[in-house]
C-alpha cells in the first residue's frame, strides 16, 4: 500500500497506516522467532541422528527447545 501512487499525499493517515503495520509486524515477530528455534531444534535433531554419537547434539537441542517453550509462555501471557 505504501508503494501506490497518493499513499503519502495524505500524511497523517500514512502515517496511522504505517503505525499500524509496525503493530502488527511486532505482534508476528514472536511467532517467527519461535518457529525459528523450533526448526533449528528439528535440523540438529536430524543431523544428531545421523550421528554415530548423537549426545553431542543433546545440549544444543534442548536450548532450543527451553527458549521455545519460554517464547510460547511470553506469547501466553501477552496474549491474556
Do not use: C, H
Not at 30 to 48: C, G, I
Not at 61 to 74: P, R, S, Y
Amino acid at each position: 500500500q505504501a508503494s501506490q501512487p497518493g499513499f503519502w499525499d495524505d500524511p497523517e493517515s500514512a502515517q496511522k497506516t504505517m503505525q499500524r503495520l509496525s503493530g502488527a509486524q511486532a505482534d508476528v515477530e514472536p511467532y517467527r522467532e519461535n518457529r525459528r528455534r523450533f526448526d533449528d531444534a528439528a535440523t540438529l535433531y536430524e543431523l544428531a541422528q545421523l550421528e554415530d554419537s548423537p549426545e553431542a547434539y543433546e545440549a544444543e537441542i534442548v536450548a532450543e527447545l527451553k527458549a521455545v517453550e519460554q517464547g510460547l509462555e511470553a506469547i501466553e501471557v501477552k496474549t491474556l
